[in-house]
């Protein structure tokens, strides 16, 4: 477009700008280092840099570290980070303090609370699960069926209400995802723990792509034991600690199937035989990563004085203006489908799209600046973290993708790029 052209997509961007000035996260996207002229739709996958990370890990390392040494553990806190940033992340997932751990990584903590989980219902053998959950998860509940001599039934989300009516009486656990990693659908936490605990079954809920981006409300909905990952919208880093939730009535029997020395009531005392702390410390295992939870530590400063309310609404926003961009300006028979709902109660904070020529667009998109990622075989992800992802932004998504996938540029073909990232 030459300074003197009309702009061809003025109406979509004005609408844009004005979303931008009245988002009630105005002004967060300052929080956070992002390379200039980068629009980055893949915070559902590792969150961006904030920028008080930098100088936290600075000190961690010159200061703690270098200078205060092993007296650290105490004097800076470094032992209680766990229990402290688990409150932290806790206001953020709706769990009252002293029920949320930050420890290990999304993989480890799903295998302790649903092993966790299963012990509390020790009497059932059915493990019910969403067939499209995300392959760790999967694989995780595979071995613990495996071991245990159970039965996992893997059932798409729609069917889950109908084997709980038919078998319920069998089923231990419910475990499941918040967000569908492909298709960004939503699923119904309180009424699907609520329909568990009606047949008696105990729900367990993976929140890596809900935490920070959704009010989950944990407490209110009585769920009974979740993890979520630290380095999606938690923004931690790479492999940023995940955590783990356990709802307060059950701290008392709850059982870490790996019982390292830091979840007992007194680890310095080094009793022989394992005595669990009484509370949410009891699903802690080893020596916590001090310098990835410095990491996560400063990046939830972010949050301070923020709504997440407001978080989930500039989230609808961006996502719901992106889709209303897509049907304005992908051209007939673009040979994109929209996978993700339109209902925003099923929404999470991504929007996924099918092309045949996905590898293609990805590569393309990011050669635009725009960073997206691939599900193989064809579904490209626009992932919208609200705090640094603009309405503009999700407009030049739109147009890139549209021109992309105008004027027959669809038929070319493009080996795949070569990306990683959950
Ligand atoms: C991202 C993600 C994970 C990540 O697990 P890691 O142990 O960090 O590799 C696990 N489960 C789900 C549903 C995820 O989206």
């Known amino acids: 477009m030459s300074p003197t052209d009309p702009d061809p997509h003025a109406e979509l961007r004005t609408r844009a700008v ?9 002004g967060t996207r300052e929080l956070f280092e992002l390379p200039s002229g980068v629009v980055y739709l893949d915070g559902n996958s590792l969150g961006a840099l904030p920028r008080a990370v930098r100088p936290a890990l600075a000190d961690a390392v010159t200061r703690q570290w270098g200078t205060d040494l092993i007296g650290s553990w105490e004097s800076n806190g470094w032992w209680d980070l766990p229990l402290t ?19 290990d990584s999304t993989t480890v903590d799903w295998f302790t609370a649903c092993s966790a989980a299963l012990d509390l219902r020790s009497d059932r053998r059915v493990v019910l699960t969403d067939a499209a959950s995300f392959p760790t998860d999967r694989y995780v509940l595979d071995s613990l069926v495996a071991r245990r001599g159970l039965e996992l039934l893997p059932v798409p989300v729609t069917g ?12 231990a656990v419910l475990a499941m995802s918040h967000v569908d990693y492909r298709t960004g659908r939503l699923h119904d936490l309180p ?15 993976d929140l890596s792509h809900s935490a920070g981006v959704i009010e989950v409300g944990l407490d209110r909905a009585d769920v009974d034991l979740a993890v979520g990952c630290g380095y999606k919208y938690l923004n931690g880093g790479p492999g940023a600690p995940a955590f783990v939730y356990v709802a307060r009535r059950h701290l008392p029997h709850v059982v870490n199937p790996l019982p390292g020395w830091t979840s007992a009531a007194d680890p310095f005392a080094m009793e022989r035989a ?24 400063a990046a939830l400063s972010v949050y301070v004085g923020l709504d997440l309310a407001d978080v989930r609404s500039a989230s609808l926003s961006l996502t719901g203006f992106f889709l209303d ?40 998109l ?33 147009v890139a993708l549209a021109e992309l996938v105008g004027d027959g540029a669809a038929t070319a073909q493009a080996p795949e790029p070569a990306l990683v990232g959950c």
């Open 191 to 205: 009424g699907l723990t609520a329909a568990a605990h009606e047949v008696g079954a105990l729900a367990v809920w």
């Open 274 to 297: 394992h005595r669990p702390d009484d509370g949410i410390a009891r699903m802690r295992i080893g020596t916590p990563p001090v310098l990835s939870m410095t990491a996560l530590g």
């Open 85 to 103: 940033l688990g409150d932290r992340v806790g206001a953020l997932v709706g769990a009252a303090p002293g029920q949320v751990v930050v420890t």
């Open 18 to 26: 004005d979303l931008d000035a009245r988002s009630p996260l105005a």
């Open 366 to 398: 990011a050669a635009r600046a725009v960073l997206t990622d691939l599900r193989r075989p064809d579904i490209v992800r626009f992932g919208f973290a609200p705090l640094y992802v603009t309405h503009l932004d999700a407009l030049t998504a739109a």
């Open 160 to 171: 889950l209400r109908a084997v709980l009516a038919e078998r319920g009486a069998e089923v």
């Open 325 to 364: 961009a897509l049907d304005e300006l992908l051209p007939t028979g673009s040979g994109v489908a929209v996978l993700t709902p339109r209902d925003p109660s099923a929404r999470g904070s991504q929007v996924s799209v099918t092309h045949p020529d996905a590898p293609r667009l990805v590569r393309d």
